[in-house]
């Protein structure tokens, strides 16, 4: 449920979640929404970021998304498939589709070619890895490790 605002694809698919929907923002990212977070911010901080940037603000806190400064949406349920369904129906399909943002901290990946990956992987990823992800932001490397068909599967199955 979308409080005071409508939000449609029309709109920013920009979300922020508060300090309760740490895990939610994190596979939010990986299906490549920009999602701000920040653990320790307060309501106002939260409201004050939610405006300045454009943001949708991800709550299970009732009275944080009644509050009529801020587009928000109040997450029903505790559980995660729940949460990333109940955004995905109301947001739309992030438009830069999965794995193309940090899970950590949300910057956009680019393609690292294998070389340059050399001295920044393990060994082994290094010799069973062609292809290598850079987060533009904060510097980390990613790969399709062996955890990787099992989020994709997680991934499928939270949007249908």
């Known amino acids: 449920m979308a409080n005071n605002t ?14 309760m929907l740490g895990r939610l923002g994190r596979w939010l990212r990986i299906l490549g929404y920009d999602t701000g977070f920040d653990a320790g911010a307060d309501d106002w901080a939260l409201l004050r970021r939610a405006r300045a940037e454009n943001r949708l603000l991800l709550t299970r806190d009732h009275q944080l998304a009644a509050r009529r400064a801020v587009s928000a949406l109040l997450i029903e349920s505790e559980d995660l498939a729940a949460q990333v369904r109940q955004v995905v129906e109301v947001v739309g399909p992030s438009p830069e ?7 950590v901290c949300n910057g956009r990946l680019a393609p690292l070619s294998r070389e340059a990956a ?3 992987v393990p060994p082994h990823v290094y010799r069973t890895q062609e292809a290598f992800r850079l987060c533009t932001a904060c510097d980390r490397v990613y790969w399709r490790g062996t ?10 199955n939270w949007q249908t």
Not at 6 to 19: A, I, R
Not at 97 to 103: D, I
Request: proline share 3%; charged share 25%.
């Open 97 to 103: 589709g999965a794995f193309t943002r940090c899970p």
């Open 147 to 156: 955890h990787w068909a099992r989020m994709r599967q997680m991934l499928g």
């Open 118 to 120: 050399r001295e920044r």
């Open 6 to 19: 409508s939000f449609n694809g029309s709109q920013s698919k920009k979300l922020l979640v508060d300090g």
